[in-house]
Each structure stands twice: as C-alpha cells, then as structure tokens.
C-alpha cells in the first residue's frame, strides 16, 4: 500500500508557477493603467487579477475539502512526489527509551523517548528518462508525533543529538542519494509516560506548498499518516 502527494505534481506546480507569472503580469499591467490613468487598463487587469486569485483559490479549497484523511499501516510507503522523481518514506520500526547517551552520562528523558526509524528510498521507477543518474536532495522534512487524544510532539533536539551521537550510521532526511538508493534515519521524541496510539506525520517543510493544489500541507487538506502501534520493534544494536 502507498499513498503520494502532491498527486500529478508536474501538473499542479505548473498550475501553481502559472497562476504566479500570470498575477505577476496582470499587476504589471494594473501598474501602467494607474501610471496612464486608463480606467479600461485598471479595469481589465483588476478583474483579471481577481478571475486569476479567486480561480486558483476555489480549486485549491475544493480539492482540499475534497480529500481523505489516511493512516498507513507498517511496510506502506509515502510518496513525495517531484517533478521527475519520487521519494518514498516507510517506518522501518520503533523503540522506547527512559534514557539516551553514554552509559556515564546517560540523559534521562521528561517521559520517555520514543525513537521511530525511517527508510529513505529513491525509486528508480519513477524516473523521467531525461533526468539521468545524477543525485537528488530532498526537500526539507518536518516529522510530528501524535497520540491518541490528538497531542503533538515536535523532534526532541536533545534526544537527536545524543542519538546521532551513539549511532552515526542514522543518516539525515536531507542526505542526498541516487536514483534506486536508500537509508534510514531515527527520529526521537519525549513524550509523557502514558502517552499511547501513536502516529507520524512526515511532511514537508517548504511554505509554499501550502498554495500547491493537493498537497497535503495545502490549506484545510487532510494528512497521510504513519500507524506506529502495530510497528516492528528494534533493539538499539539493529539496523
């Protein structure tokens, strides 16, 4: 099972930079009529300017509202999609810790760390026969925890560090990597001790997608999560 986003990317980043030149030109041309003072030219250009926004905004609304709220069970995969290519994210497992760091100065958590691990995978499947083999970066990531009352939890900074620390075979989510390679990366948070029904949400963290029609950052659409209950576990010696 997998579950992508934005779907049709090429088309809807298109869309997105087309309505962008378009309302750039139409004020460019509202400038002028207001320099000549020419009530057709402000005339034209507002209203095109106004068919333009309100156009793009009704559909970016209506296929948010439009969309489905989606929980991946363990071995999907999440797709971001991007012009060309695709990247593909599943949680390898899971692990929980009372404490993290070396056995003399252990770091104790507020609650407890919960460590999801996440496979990278560039799938040479979804090459665009004119891109080539060179290596891909991807985007910025932003990973959140949520239990099952709805909490969120943000990456614990300290845990990462001391985790990265123990275990430099956890490669960051911005590594770049070629066409058909992977890797894993273990995320950590604190969480409170009796804190349950655990989910990840693996999003991006580019503002703009938030005007990109069927994203899932886009406004007031629904997420892909990642069910962490039923993960497999993993010892801290395993990769």
């Known amino acids: 099972m997998s579950e992508s986003t934005p779907h049709f990317a090429p088309i809807v980043l298109l869309l997105f930079l087309g309505s962008i030149l378009l309302t750039g030109l139409c004020l460019l041309v509202l400038l002028y009529g207001a320099i000549r003072r020419s009530a ?8 095109a300017i106004l068919t ?15 969309s489905s709220e989606k929980t991946l069970p363990p071995g999907s ?9 695709h990247i593909a994210y599943s949680v390898s497992g899971i692990r929980t810790a009372s404490v993290l760091g070396p056995e003399l100065q252990p770091t104790t958590a507020h609650g407890q760390f919960v460590i999801v691990r996440l496979r990278t995978w560039f799938d040479p499947s979804t090459i665009s026969p004119r891109r080539g083999d060179g290596p891909l970066t991807p985007n910025a990531r932003r990973a959140t925890l949520l239990d099952s009352v709805g909490n969120h939890y943000t990456v614990s900074e300290l ?4 985790l990265t620390r123990l275990d430099p075979a956890s490669t960051a989510l911005t590594t770049p990597l070629r066409s058909g390679q992977s890797y894993t990366t273990d995320i950590v948070f604190d969480v409170p001790k009796d804190a349950h029904g655990f989910r990840l949400l693996l999003s991006e963290d580019d503002p703009e997608t938030l005007l990109v029609i069927g994203h899932e950052n886009s406004i007031l659409h629904k997420k892909i999560y990642f069910a962490l209950d039923s993960a497999p576990l993993f010892s801290s010696t395993t990769r």
């Open 40 to 47: 057709p030219v402000l005339r034209v250009s507002a209203a």
């Open 52 to 66: 333009i926004v309100g156009g793009y905004t009704f559909i970016l609304g209506g296929v948010s509202l439009a």
């Open 77 to 85: 995969s999440k797709y971001f999609c991007e012009i060309d290519c």
């Open 159 to 162: 845990g990462h560090a001391l």
